[in-house]
């Protein structure tokens, strides 16, 4: 029987990694997959965005937050726990993915020794495969549910509603929220806009929907 644990905030005051930690980890619980081989990866993709412009202290506190959000285990629990060999592949295309960045190279079709997973965009940059979509590599495609893709932002608020004597129409709808990556929960709706004198505003947009890296 799963327990939940509460969310953590993914490094917002250092603005690092904002979907990071939605790579791997889905909700916390006893029956948590692959925690070591959460841990290994993220390590390896904490020392890898020193390639995109991250700071030792971006990467010192991105190392320690894996530590422990990485006792939600990896999202593809249904896959089972990881071989090591299939950890220990992942984490060298994650090395190889940083050496290509550290190249100069603009995008992952540029990378020579990165395969890609079937599907994804050659003209990702690296640093996308670092920080955001670490299941864009072949060899990493097993932390991913299947089907999962790149979460969006949040939805803006709606427009409010105009008065009058018989009363303005409500403000329509807020935006959809933003998807989440690999695991994290979709960000909040918009909140929709005031109505007018006598009518109500609009609703406020959906949640986010399920998994994304």
């Given amino acids: 029987m799963r327990w939940r644990c509460r969310d953590l905030a993914v490094l917002a005051v250092l603005g690092a990694f904002p979907a990071l930690a939605a790579s791997l980890v889905p909700g ?8 070591d081989a959460c841990r290994q990866i993220e390590e390896a993709r904490c020392q890898a965005a020193a390639a995109c412009g991250y ?13 422990d959000q990485c ?31 550290e190249g100069g190279a603009a995008t992952l079709g540029e990378c020579a020794d990165v ?20 299941q864009l590599l072949q060899a990493c495609t097993f932390v991913a549910t299947p089907g ?20 303005g129409a409500g403000g329509s709808g807020g935006g959809a929220g933003g998807g989440a990556t690999t695991t994290s929960a979709g960000g909040a709706g918009g909140a ?22």
């Fill in 28 to 35: 916390c619980g006893t029956d948590a997959v692959g925690v």
């Fill in 55 to 67: 700071s030792e202290a971006q990467v010192a506190t991105c190392q320690e937050f894996y530590r």
């Fill in 71 to 101: 006792l939600r285990g990896i999202q593809n629990a249904e896959g089972g726990e990881p071989q090591e060999s299939a950890v220990e592949a992942c984490v060298a295309a994650v090395g190889a993915v940083r050496a290509c960045a």
């Fill in 115 to 134: 395969a890609l997973a079937e599907g994804a965009d050659p003209g990702t940059p690296p640093c996308i495969a670092i920080t955001e979509a670490v």
């Fill in 148 to 167: 999962s893709g790149a979460g969006g932002g949040g939805g803006a608020g709606g427009t409010d509603g105009s008065g009058g004597s018989a009363g």
């Fill in 192 to 213: 929709g806009g005031a109505g007018g004198a006598s009518n109500a505003g609009g609703a406020g947009g959906a949640g986010g929907s399920g998994a994304g890296s």
